[in-house]
């Protein structure tokens, strides 16, 4: 996409409606803001080969303000994280690159290289089953699920239509079926995983109480950038759970919660 | 007699072989019984008033022959309790050691030096080593007699984030459902508590089993804190007053459980500030006492080559926060370390963190990596201290092609890839397709309500298909359906004949008309309807006679038509409504 800064001609004959012109401009003002962010993507990439990470995180965090989110912005934003040695941040923001983008080598990799750089891991682990059908993102399974369901019934009703024709087509609802229950538990468990709330520590070092009090007693502290299993919230308290079932209440300052807007 | 001889011979010699291999076992076990060893141990260091500890002198392959007396110490009684000894034989090597005990009572709490005494072992003079006893006010009296706790800290002044061990003991006789102890610790941090070995001890004509923990605590603020008290709770077992009627009370005993909730006396705590003056600007936290080695290899290499700086840091402190200092040199590359904890105790307190930091330099310019300190904070000496390691020259020839990659030392259980890569992957250069976010597609209504197309498009065609075959099995009904249709579209192009006067179509289709709906309505082909048929059949399907009538005078202007057609449209328009009428009349007829 070209971000000249030419204005865009709008052809307004004289019978044209005014529904036109409305659609013009709001294809303009897209093209603009489109342009306005990729224009500030690469100031802040300029930035971050500058060494100036910390400017260019605030950059890529405007964009993503803006309602432009792309993985390639929260990779970046993420690399910037990293490079200031705040790994906590690095993480959530290569796991949000993730959401949008499973099978990115790039934000594959460097998301197992900051975690790799947490020191202690008492990060939880997700199941073997959610690595799998993390591959995918939810958007991309319903798609799916819809494009089996629409062949399945299609072919059902084209039965309906022409019955001689089913010895031809039963195999072929027979596979669809399947493909479509299939694709019906992939729904399901990636639901189910995506509705699994985990947070990220980005305190360089999260204290978690025995109760959501700041006088509780300290029940363990973990390092900058340990996951944990979001169980509940209490005012500006969050109960959490470690990979080895320790439980207690960290002050939601010192984590980004995954899906949690900037 | 030569057989013999032969064999006599070999049975001295197997005799002669068999003293040699004895007399080597021997000797060789006396050698080692020669070597002898002195230790001096303490099964306990902090006791209560009252209880016991024991002293163990172990003397280890020698023969002990006199032991000096223990000079008498105020408020504290050393009792002789004996001598034990064990020998183990390892691989034909004997060895034995031989154990004095002594008991170690006091009777006002303080801190006692037992002082090296000289034991004399097959001749020879050996000294063992002064140990420390710390002594306690007794708590029995605060707490039951038969199960309290005790929470002990070696000091009660620390220092903000300084480690510190704590000692947990509770003393019971006999118990079930022990909880372990909590400790209440406001304001601290526990970092890692150990279980340890049951023991058991006596204090006055009480013997108590001791279950110890340990744990590492620090103060998370400054100030005076309360750590404490110690909870626990259990089931004490009590001997039951025996009854006298019961004949066999005495021999099996009886106890009774009683629950009981557990509470230590507290320790006030006084924690304080780190100095605000005089901290290191390269301070980062460490606190405790250390000292450390550096080295770095290889120090003669190629610009772009990795050098490994192995820095190995040990003391007492808490060794897990221990870091690097950031190593901003600008002629130098440097990769984030890898680092290792071995601990000496099992609180984690004493012992070695290394580190492996790779650097790499940039350019053969580079003579030196730059000298490197450590700042902490000593809280036995109260003031900070850093370590410092000078310059360590290096010899950097200019770089050649195919550099080698630095190796970065990975932990355990790292996949291969990790360990190949040392940084992160490097930025995108596009942003990639720009995503709304949003609420998932199967939360979004229009999708939801998309997939009802293809269920509706089903329903649809199941609905049409039981009507194909409910039609398929009814031949009148489709034939009703069908003259329905020809008749709804005959009259509306019998409308336009007769608005267009087209006589011969009209009449010919009036003609149709009627044949089809009378021949629907009678179960008769069309073609064999005729006038005649309105006679014979339409009365017994209980037409009307103005029904007949009118019929008739239809077929009449059909068959008139040749002769004398109607020839006006207004006229043709009256016959088209006629037979409009005339055909509603003949659907209403009974099946």
Redesign the interface.
Same mark, same amino acid.
């Given at each position: 996409m070209s971000c000249d800064s030419s204005p865009i001609n709008m052809r307004a004959s004289g019978g044209s409606s005014f529904v036109l012109r409305l659609l013009g401009l709001y294809l303009a003002q897209c093209l603009l803001l489109?342009c306005a962010?990729?224009s500030n %993507?690469e100031q802040a @990439?300029r930035l971050?080969e500058q060494g100036k990470y910390s400017e260019a995180a605030s950059i890529y965090e405007s +964009?993503i303000r803006a309602? =432009?989110? /792309?993985?390639?912005?929260f !990779? @970046?934003l993420g690399? &910037?994280y !990293?490079?200031s040695g705040e790994p906590g941040r690095a993480i959530y923001y290569y796991r949000r690159a993730a959401e $949008?983008?499973p099978r990115d080598e790039?934000v594959r &990799? @460097?998301l =197992? !290289?900051?975690r790799?750089?947490v *020191?202690g891991s008492a990060s939880v682990q997700p199941k073997a089953w959610q690595q799998a059908v993390d591959y995918f993102t939810?958007?991309e399974i &319903?798609?799916g699920a819809?494009v089996f %369901?629409?062949l399945w $019934?299609?072919l059902? /009703?084209i039965l =309906?239509?022409r019955?001689e024709l089913r010895r031809t087509l039963r195999p072929w609802c027979s596979g669809t079926a399947l493909l479509l229950s299939v694709a019906v538990l992939l $729904?399901v468990l990636r *639901?189910f995983s &995506?509705s699994e709330r985990t947070a990220i520590i980005v305190a360089k070092q999260g +204290?978690v109480h025995l109760g959501p009090l700041a006088? *509780?007693?300290?029940? %363990? @502290?973990v390092p900058e950038g340990t996951e944990l299993k979001v169980e509940a919230r209490r005012d500006n308290w969050v109960q959490v759970t470690d990979r080895s079932n320790r439980t207690g209440w960290i002050e939601s300052a010192q984590l980004l919660e995954a899906g949690s807007p900037i | 007699m030569a057989a013999g001889y032969r064999i006599d011979n070999a049975r001295m010699f197997v005799r002669q072989v068999t003293l040699v291999a004895l007399l080597m076992t021997v000797l060789s076990g006396r050698i080692v019984l020669g070597a002898a060893t002195v230790r001096t141990d303490l099964d306990r260091s902090t006791v209560m008033v009252g209880e016991s500890a024991t002293l163990s002198i172990s003397i280890e392959n020698g023969n002990p022959q006199t032991a000096e007396n223990f000079p008498p110490i105020k408020g504290l009684s050393i009792q002789y309790r004996g001598v034990s000894q064990n020998v183990t034989i390892v691989n034909g090597v004997t060895s034995a050691k031989r154990i004095l005990s002594f008991g170690l009572t006091a009777t006002e709490p303080g801190k006692y030096t037992i002082p090296a005494i000289n034991v004399t072992v097959d001749g020879v003079s050996y000294p063992t080593r002064p140990v420390t006893l710390t002594v306690t006010k007794s708590d029995v009296q605060g707490q039951n007699r038969y199960a309290f706790l005790k929470l002990s800290v070696p000091k009660q002044e620390i220092y903000v984030g300084e480690v510190i061990p704590v000692d947990v003991q509770l003393y019971v006789t006999r118990a079930e459902n022990v909880q372990t102890p909590q400790l209440k610790a406001d304001g601290f941090i526990i970092h890692k508590q150990v279980d340890q070995q049951k023991t058991q001890t006596q204090i006055g004509n009480i013997i108590y089993n001791v279950l110890p923990f340990k744990l590492a605590i620090s103060a998370a603020k400054a100030g005076k804190l309360t750590l404490g008290p110690v909870q626990s709770s259990l089931d004490l077992l009590m001997r039951q007053q025996q009854d006298p009627g019961d004949p066999f009370g005495s021999f099996f005993g009886r106890y009774q459980a009683r629950h009981m909730d557990l509470a230590s006396p507290v320790v006030e705590m006084n924690v304080l500030p780190l100095p605000a003056t005089n901290a290191p600007p390269d301070f980062s936290g460490a606190i405790g006492a250390f000292s450390w080695t550096v080295a770095a290899s290889p120090n003669t290499l190629n610009a772009g080559d990795p050098i490994t700086l192995k820095i190995a840091i040990t003391g007492q402190g808490n060794l897990d926060n221990l870091k690097l200092p950031e190593f901003n040199w600008p002629d130098f590359k440097a990769y984030s370390p890898n680092s290792s904890v071995a601990s000496d105790d099992p609180l984690g307190l004493m012992g070695t963190k290394s580190f492996e930091q790779v650097i790499v330099p940039q350019s053969a310019n580079v003579r030196e990596i730059p000298a490197i300190s450590l700042s902490y904070f000593d809280p036995e000496q109260k003031r900070y201290a850093t370590l410092s390691h000078p310059a360590i020259p290096v010899k950097v020839a200019p770089s050649t092609a195919g550099s080698a990659q630095p190796t970065v030392l990975a932990p355990k259980g790292e996949r291969d890839e990790a360990k190949e890569r040392t940084d992160v992957v490097h930025i995108k250069l596009q942003p990639g397709p720009m995503i709304a976010l949003g609420p998932p597609l199967v939360r979004q209504p229009w999708f939801l309500a998309l997939q009802a197309i293809p269920l509706l498009s089903l329903v649809g065609f199941t609905l049409w298909r039981k009507r194909q075959d409910a039609l398929a099995n009814n031949p009148r009904l489709r034939r009703k359906i069908e003259v329905e249709k020809t008749v709804a579209t005959g009259m509306t192009e019998l409308r336009r004949l007769a608005a267009a006067t087209e006589l011969d179509s009209f009449y010919a289709l009036l003609f149709r008309l009627l044949q089809e709906q009378l021949g629907e309505r009678l179960d008769l082909p069309s073609s064999a309807i005729t006038e005649a048929v309105l006679e014979e059949r339409l009365p017994k399907r209980g037409a009307s006679p103005e029904l007949i009538e009118r019929l008739r005078r239809l077929f009449q202007i059909c068959n008139q038509a040749r002769y004398a057609p109607i020839r006006s449209d207004q006229e043709l328009l009256a016959v088209t409504t006629e037979l409009e009428t005339a055909l509603n009349e003949l659907r209403q007829l009974p099946d």
């Open positions: 489109v962010a990729e %993507f @990439n971050y +964009i309602g =432009r989110n /792309s993985p390639g912005v !990779f @970046n690399n &910037a !990293f490079k $949008l983008a790039d &990799a @460097n =197992r !290289f900051a790799d750089k *020191s939810l958007d &319903a798609v819809a %369901f629409w $019934l299609g059902l /009703s =309906r239509w019955p $729904l *639901s &995506a +204290i006088e *509780s007693q300290a029940a %363990f @502290n | -």
